[in-house]
């Protein structure tokens, strides 16, 4: 196993997605670590609600989110966290929103969503 499976696979419950906040230059501010099905489970309520820009993560390959597409996505979070009834993947989704609004605050930042 590498050190990077390692690190998905760090915080528990299977493989994780892992949520990197970029500046401008693509240097990484910061990293958030998500388990895979708390990442689905954000994703099932999202699109029950019919959000379409959070539903755009690949969850196999990298997603990028600029600033203005998180100003966005922030709507569909508050939208699909009371659809979540399990605590685990409701703390989970509640730690992408958080991600997503400091970006959608910041223009020069941007969300990274790498896969597995």
Do not use: W
Request: proline share 3%; charged share 30%; net charge neutral.
């Amino acid at each position: 196993m590498t050190s990077s499976d390692e690190r998905k696979l760090s915080r528990g419950s299977g493989p994780s997605i892992e949520f990197e906040t970029r500046d401008r230059r693509g240097r990484r501010i910061d990293s958030l670590s998500v388990p895979e099905k708390q990442v689905e489970a954000l994703l099932r309520a999202v699109a029950a609600t019919g959000g379409t820009h959070l539903s755009s993560i690949d969850m196999y390959g990298d997603t990028v989110f600029s600033h203005e597409k998180c100003v966005f996505a922030q709507a569909e979070c508050v939208a699909a966290l009371p659809l979540l009834r399990d605590e685990q993947a409701r703390k989970g989704a509640e730690d992408i929103c958080r991600v997503v609004s400091i970006v959608g605050a910041d223009p020069k930042l941007s969300l990274v969503v790498v896969g597995n």
